[in-house]
C-alpha cells in the first residue's frame, strides 16, 4: 500500500520521532497525570501507522524492531511479571513497590512496578493494533 | 495474613495468566506452546493442590488486592468450595493440556489455541476466587471472550452456527448479570459479596431484593444451561475441537452452578419461598429435559452434551434442597466434584473414538470393543459412573442427593431423579451398544483423520477414569471434604467474619 504522496513523506519523516517522543512522555507521567500505557500506545500506534501510510508495510516493519505479535506476548508477560515482586515482600499481590534512586545531576528518580505494567500494556497496545493495521495493509 | 499464603491463594489465576503470556510469546514454535502448556496447567495443579491443602487447614484464606482493604478493594477469598472448584480447574487443565499434544496441530495453534486456553482456565479460576461481584463478572467476561474464540477456531460452518446462539444467550445472560449487581450496588453501595451479605440484612425494600434475586438467578441459569435456559448448548458444544469441549464440558456450565451455590448461600438466602420453589422447580426440569434430549441423539457429542444439562439438574436439586436439609448441599457439591471428571473423560473418549474411526455419528461407528478392548473398559468407568451404577463416583453422588431428597420428602423429585438416572443408563448403553458392541457397519465408508501419537490421548482418559474409580473407592474422605465444604456455605458469617474482620 502506497499513497504516493510527496507532502505526506516528507512530513511523515518529522512526525514520525515527534509522535514516538510524545508517546514516551504521555507513558511516563502516566502514574500521576493523565497518560499512562494504554493511551501512549495508541499514539505509538498511530505514528507507526501514519509511517506505513507514507511509506510500505516494510518499512513500518522495519521502525517496529519486532514482530507485532512478539510484542503482545512480551508486553503481556511483563505486565504479569510486575505484579509479582510484591508477593516476594510480603505483601499481597499487586500492590505496587517503589524505589528511589538518587542520580547525579538529575536528582531523584523514582521508579516503580506500575511502571512495568505500563510498559507491558504500552507493548500490547502497539502490538495488537499493529498486528491488526499491518494484516489489513499486506491483504492488498 | 502471610505472604506465603496470600501467594497460594493468588497462584492459580497468576500461573495461567503467565503461561498464556509465555505462550503468545513464544507463538513461532508449537513446541514452546506445548512445553508451556504442560508446565504451566502442571504448575497449575500443583498450586491447587496447596490451595486446597492451605484452606482444609485454615478454612478460609483470604487476600487483599493491592493491599486495599475489604470492602473497598477486591478481595480473593478461598473457602472449601472455592478451593475445591479450583482442584478441578486445574485436574481437568492439565487432562486437556496434555490431550492437546496429538490432537491440536500447527493449524490450530496459529490461531492461538493455547493463549486462549491458559485465559479461559485463569477467567475460571479468578471466578471462583473472587470475593467481589462485580469482579466476578469481570472473569466471567474474561472466561466468555476465551471462550467465544476457542469455539470457532477453525472456521467451519457448524461451529459458526453453534457460536451465534452460544454468543447470544450468553450475552443476555451477561446483560442480566451486570444490571443485577447496578441494582445491587444501587441499594446496598458495595460490591464486596461478605459486605452485600451484611448489608442486605438491613434493607427495607424486600421487593426489590426479590427482583435482583431473579435477575441473578437468571443470568446465572442461563451460564449453567439450566431449564428453560438450557438450548445454546447441545448446540455448540458438539463443534468445537475435541479438547475444547472436554473443557467447556467440565468447567464453564460449573461455573454458573458455582455461581448460584456462591450468591444464593452468600448474599441471598435460598430458604426464601419464591427462589426455592424456582430453584425445585428447575432442578427438575432441567434433569428431565436433558436426560429426554439425550434419549433422541444419535451423535456421540450431542448425546454428551445433552447430559451435561440433565445433570446439572441434580447439582440445582442440591440447592434448591438445601434450607431444608444440609445434606442436599453436600450431595450437589460432590456430585460436582464427580461430574467435571467424568463429563470431560468421556468428551475426551469421544475424541478419541473419532481419532479411530473419523466420525461422531452412532449409526456410522462400531465394533470398537473387538479392535480396541482397552478402550471399551475405559469408556465403560465414566459412562457407568455417569448413569450412577456403584461402586464408581456417580452412584454416591446420586445417593447422596437423592437421599436428602428422601429426608424432606420432596417425593416427585426423587421420582424424577431416579427415572433420569435410569434414562442416563439407556443413553450410556446406547452408546455402549452402537459404537462399541454391534460390529461395524460394511457401507459405510469412513477415513480416520491424520494425528499423532494416540498414547497422550489414552493416558488422559485412563488418568481419569482411575480418578473416578478412586473418588468412588474412597467416597469417605471425598464425603468429608464436600460436609465440610457444605458447612461453610450454610453458615454465611463465617465467610463474612473471614473477609470484614472485625470491621463488619
Known amino acids: 500500500m502506497n499513497m504516493q504522496s510527496l507532502i505526506l513523506r516528507t512530513a511523515g519523516q518529522f512526525i514520525l520521532p515527534l509522535l514516538l517522543l510524545f508517546s514516551l512522555f504521555l507513558l511516563l507521567r502516566g502514574h500521576n497525570e493523565p497518560g499512562g500505557g494504554f493511551i501512549a500506545g495508541l499514539v505509538a500506534a498511530s505514528a507507526v501507522s501514519l509511517h506505513l501510510f507514507a511509506m510500505d508495510t516494510a518499512a513500518a516493519r522495519r521502525i517496529l524492531l519486532a514482530a507485532p505479535r512478539d510484542l503482545i506476548g512480551w508486553g503481556l508477560t511483563l505486565g504479569v511479571v510486575s505484579a509479582v515482586p510484591s508477593i516476594f515482600l510480603g505483601e499481597p499481590f499487586f500492590t505496587s513497590i517503589w524505589f528511589e534512586l538518587t542520580l547525579p545531576v538529575l536528582g531523584t528518580l523514582k521508579l516503580g512496578t506500575p511502571l512495568f505494567f505500563d510498559v507491558g500494556v504500552y507493548m500490547v497496545v502497539v502490538g495488537s493494533v499493529l498486528t491488526i493495521v499491518l494484516n489489513l495493509a499486506e491483504e492488498h | 495474613m502471610s505472604s506465603s499464603l496470600s501467594l497460594t491463594v493468588a497462584l492459580p489465576i497468576l500461573i495461567p495468566l503467565l503461561s498464556g503470556a509465555l505462550s503468545v510469546a513464544g507463538w513461532r514454535s508449537l513446541r514452546v506452546q506445548r512445553g508451556v502448556a504442560l508446565l504451566g496447567t502442571a504448575a497449575l495443579l500443583v498450586a491447587s493442590i496447596l490451595l486446597l491443602h492451605a484452606t482444609w487447614q485454615a478454612d478460609f484464606l483470604v487476600m487483599e488486592m493491592g493491599n486495599w482493604p475489604a470492602p473497598f478493594g477486591i478481595v480473593l477469598v478461598s473457602d472449601l468450595l472455592g478451593a475445591i472448584m479450583v482442584l478441578l480447574t486445574g485436574i481437568t487443565g492439565f487432562a486437556t493440556a496434555v490431550y492437546s499434544l496429538s490432537t491440536i496441530n500447527e493449524r490450530y495453534s496459529r490461531f492461538g489455541y493455547y493463549p486462549l486456553m491458559h485465559l479461559l482456565l485463569a477467567g475460571v479460576n479468578g471466578a471462583f476466587l473472587t470475593g467481589d461481584i462485580f469482579n466476578l463478572y469481570v472473569w466471567f467476561e474474561v472466561m466468555l471472550v476465551a471462550s467465544f474464540a476457542l469455539l470457532i477456531l477453525g472456521g467451519e460452518r457448524a ?36 459486605d452485600i451479605a451484611v448489608k442486605l440484612g438491613e434493607v427495607e425494600d424486600t421487593g426489590l431484593v426479590t427482583v435482583i434475586s431473579m435477575l441473578f438467578l437468571v443470568a446465572f441459569g442461563i451460564k449453567a444451561a439450566a ?17 475444547v469441549s472436554a473443557l467447556f464440558a467440565g468447567l464453564l456450565t460449573k461455573v454458573g452452578v458455582y455461581s448460584l451455590f456462591r450468591v444464593f448461600t452468600l448474599v441471598f438466602s435460598a430458604a426464601e419461598p419464591l427462589t426455592h420453589t424456582l430453584l425445585l422447580w428447575t432442578a427438575g426440569l432441567t434433569m428431565l429435559t436433558g436426560v429426554l434430549g439425550a434419549a433422541a441423539q444419535f451423535e456421540f457429542r450431542r448425546i454428551l452434551s445433552f447430559h451435561i444439562i440433565s445433570q446439572i439438574g441434580y447439582m440445582l436439586m442440591g440447592l434448591a434442597l438445601a434450607p431444608l436439609s444440609a445434606l442436599a448441599l453436600v450431595g450437589g457439591i460432590f456430585y460436582i466434584m464427580h461430574h467435571i471428571i467424568v463429563k470431560a473423560n468421556l468428551f475426551l473418549i469421544s475424541g478419541l473414538v473419532f481419532c479411530l474411526r473419523g466420525s461422531y455419528d452412532l449409526k456410522q461407528l462400531g465394533g470398537l470393543y473387538r479392535e480396541k478392548p482397552l478402550l471399551a473398559m475405559l469408556f465403560l468407568i465414566p459412562a457407568l459412573s455417569l448413569a450412577g451404577l456403584p461402586p464408581l463416583s456417580g452412584f454416591f453422588a446420586k445417593y447422596i442427593v437423592i437421599r436428602a431428597g428422601v429426608e424432606t420428602e420432596s417425593w416427585w423429585l426423587v421420582g424424577t431423579a431416579l427415572v433420569v438416572g435410569l434414562l442416563t443408563l439407556y443413553s450410556m448403553i446406547k452408546i455402549w451398544a452402537e459404537v462399541f458392541w454391534k460390529a461395524q457397519p460394511e457401507d459405510v465408508d469412513l477415513t480416520p483423520p491424520q494425528t499423532g501419537s494416540l498414547v497422550p490421548l489414552y493416558l488422559t482418559i485412563a488418568g481419569l477414569a482411575a480418578l ?34 472485625g470491621r463488619a
Not at chain 2, 459458526?160 to 451477561?174: D, F, H, P, Q, R
Not at chain 2, 464425603?479 to 453458615?491: C, G, I, K, V
Request: with cysteine.
Open chain 2, 159 to 194: 461451529q459458526m452456527e453453534g457460536a451465534i446462539k452460544y454468543v447470544t444467550l450468553n450475552l443476555v445472560s451477561s446483560a442480566m448479570f451486570l444490571s443485577a449487581i447496578g441494582l445491587l450496588y444501587g441499594l446496598v453501595g458495595t460490591l464486596n459479596m461478605a
Open chain 2, 227 to 243: 431449564f428453560p435456559f438450557f438450548f445454546w448448548l447441545p448446540a455448540s458444544y458438539h463443534t468445537p475441537q475435541v479438547a
Open chain 2, 468 to 501: 473416578t474409580v478412586c473418588v468412588g473407592l474412597f467416597a469417605q474422605p471425598v464425603f468429608e471434604l464436600a460436609e465440610r465444604a457444605a458447612e461453610q456455605l450454610l453458615n454465611p458469617s463465617l465467610y463474612i467474619d473471614a473477609v470484614l474482620g
